[in-house]
C-alpha cells in the first residue's frame, strides 16, 4: 500500500507577516508612549490591525488541501463553503510548478495539476518544495499505470 501525500499552502508567509505585525504594534505602543499626551489611546488598537494579515494566511493554510491517496487525487477547498474535488490519478496529464523569483528566495512555488476531467485544471499556491510535491504525484501516477498494464 502506498502512502499517502497530504500537501497544504506554506505557512512562511504566516510567520513572517506575524513577525512584522509584532514589530508595527511595538513601534505604534511605542509612539503612543512617547506621545501619550497628545494621542488618543485608540491608536494603539490601530496597531493591531496588521495581525489580520497572519490569520487570513492561517485560514488559507487550512482551508485548502491536496491530498493523493491510493488511485485518487483529491483537492479540497473552502472554509465555511467547502468544495472536494476527486481525480483519478490516471486522468493526470501533466503537473507543472510556477515559481516567481521571490518563491525561488521563499522556497514556495504554485502547483498547477492538469487533468483530463471535467475541471481541467488545479492550481495550488504557496505549497512549499513545489518540484518535490509535482515528482511524488507524477510517480504515484507513474505507478498506478504499471500497475494497470500488469493487470491487463
Known amino acids: 500500500m502506498a502512502e499517502e501525500l497530504v500537501v497544504r499552502p506554506s505557512l ?3 510567520k513572517l507577516t506575524l513577525v512584522l505585525a509584532f514589530i508595527i504594534l511595538c513601534a505604534t505602543f511605542y509612539a503612543w508612549w512617547l506621545f501619550r499626551e497628545h494621542v488618543a ?5 490601530v496597531g493591531a490591525f496588521p495581525f489580520l494579515a497572519p490569520v487570513l494566511a ?5 482551508r485548502t488541501c491536496l491530498t493523493v491517496s491510493g488511485r485518487i ?5 473552502g ?3 467547502t ?5 483519478d490519478l ?13 518563491d525561488r528566495i521563499w522556497g514556495v512555488g504554485t502547483l498547477v495539476i492538469e487533468t483530463a476531467s471535467e ?6 499556491q504557496y505549497v512549499d518544495s513545489p518540484t518535490k510535491v509535482a515528482d511524488k504525484i507524477v510517480a504515484a501516477g507513474a505507478r498506478i499505470d504499471s500497475e494497470g498494464k500488469q493487470d491487463v
Open 83 to 87: 468544495s472536494t474535488e476527486r481525480i
Open 90 to 102: 490516471s486522468k493526470v496529464q501533466n503537473v507543472k510548478v510556477e515559481r516567481t523569483l521571490v
Open 41 to 45: 489611546w485608540w491608536v494603539v488598537v
Open 119 to 124: 475541471s481541467g485544471r488545479l492550481v495550488m
Open 79 to 81: 472554509f465555511i463553503a
Open 58 to 62: 492561517w485560514i488559507d493554510h487550512r
Open 73 to 77: 487525487l483529491s483537492y479540497h477547498q
Open 12 to 14: 512562511r508567509r504566516a
